[in-house]
């Protein structure tokens, strides 16, 4: 009797009822374009910056790749410190080449 009871619930949870959907309306969805974006100097100086994740000089004119982490910081460096905000990392950014000198204050 309990195994029929049982299979009766498991057989009722599988194909009878309906999905329930986790997902909360009050939450903006997110749609990822890209996984990174490219930071290039176009200073006329040897920077170093934390790109929200590691440290990274960039001789000018060079460029590197940054993960594209909605709300992370880039930030000034100064031997193996981080320093002021440069900018947060927005949606926007995602998969385009952004100048250093656009970003700066």
């Known amino acids: 009797m309990k195994l029929l009871m049982i299979a009766t619930s498991v057989?009722?949870?599988?194909?009878?009822s309906e999905p329930m959907n986790?997902?909360?309306?009050?939450?903006?969805?997110l749609e990822?374009?890209?996984?990174?974006?490219s930071l290039v100097n176009d200073t006329k100086e040897k920077v170093s910056i934390h790109t929200g994740?590691?440290?990274v000089t960039l001789n000018k004119g060079s460029k590197?790749?940054?993960?594209?982490?909605?709300g992370k910081e880039?930030?000034?460096a100064?031997?193996?410190?981080k320093g002021d905000v440069i900018?947060?990392?927005?949606?926007?950014?995602c998969g385009k080449t952004i100048k250093l000198s656009k970003v700066m204050d």
Do not use: Q
């Open 87 to 93: 900018f947060k990392i927005e949606s926007k950014h």
């Open 53 to 55: 994740s590691g440290f």
């Open 32 to 37: 990822v374009i890209a996984s990174s974006f």
């Open 64 to 70: 590197t790749s940054i993960s594209c982490k909605t």
């Open 22 to 29: 986790i997902s909360n309306d009050d939450e903006p969805c």
């Open 11 to 16: 057989f009722y949870m599988l194909f009878v």
């Open 78 to 81: 100064n031997k193996g410190k």
């Open 74 to 76: 880039v930030r000034w």
